[in-house]
């Protein structure tokens, strides 16, 4: 019987693979329309897949505020996720991340963060698991 660990060492080992066939038919100059090679691209696609690895997840800085005595806030853009916060007590301290909603996003662009926003997005969430 196979351990967990090793069926994701052959995922891997079979999307390295993958991926140095597409790197390879690429240097052969093998055009990205032959059916050989979307073929190939579609077995790479399904492995990425099984991996759980869809797609890159991206995120933008929008906004980077500084100077709140002496905290920071920071807005980001995640791609599929929407707008996230990351504040700071001060420099150096443990983020605190915060997902936000739209209206509290535009605030944050405008710079009209009221002394209850700040304390909001920098104090921690109570931790509920079990």
Same mark, same amino acid.
Do not use: C
């Given at each position: 019987m196979?351990e967990?660990?090793d069926?994701? +060492?052959?995922q *891997?080992a079979e999307?390295h693979k993958?991926d140095d066939q597409?790197r390879?038919m690429?240097g052969? @100059?093998?055009?990205? +329309?032959? !059916?050989? *090679?979307?073929a190939l691209?579609?077995?790479?696609a399904q492995s990425?897949?099984k991996? @759980?690895?869809?797609? !890159?997840r991206?995120s933008?800085?929008v906004q980077d505020?500084? @100077?709140?005595?002496?905290?920071?806030?920071?807005? %980001? &853009?995640?791609? =599929?996720? @929407?707008w996230m916060? =990351? +504040?700071?007590?001060? !420099?150096?301290?443990?983020?605190v991340?915060k997902y936000v909603? &739209? #209206?509290v996003a535009?605030?944050?662009?405008k710079?009209?963060?009221?002394?209850e926003l =700040?304390? %909001?997005?920098?104090t !921690?969430?109570? *931790?509920?698991g #079990?």
């Amino acid at each position: 019987m196979s351990e967990p660990k090793d069926h994701l +060492a052959f995922q *891997y080992a079979e999307l390295h693979k993958l991926d140095d066939q597409l790197r390879m038919m690429r240097g052969w @100059g093998v055009s990205f +329309a032959d !059916p050989g *090679y979307q073929a190939l691209g579609k077995a790479y696609a399904q492995s990425l897949y099984k991996l @759980g690895l869809l797609q !890159p997840r991206t995120s933008a800085l929008v906004q980077d505020l500084s @100077g709140f005595s002496p905290g920071i806030i920071r807005l %980001f &853009n995640v791609s =599929e996720l @929407g707008w996230m916060v =990351e +504040a700071r007590t001060k !420099p150096g301290a443990t983020p605190v991340y915060k997902y936000v909603s &739209n #209206e509290v996003a535009e605030k944050i662009v405008k710079k009209q963060i009221t002394p209850e926003l =700040e304390k %909001f997005l920098m104090t !921690p969430d109570d *931790y509920i698991g #079990e």
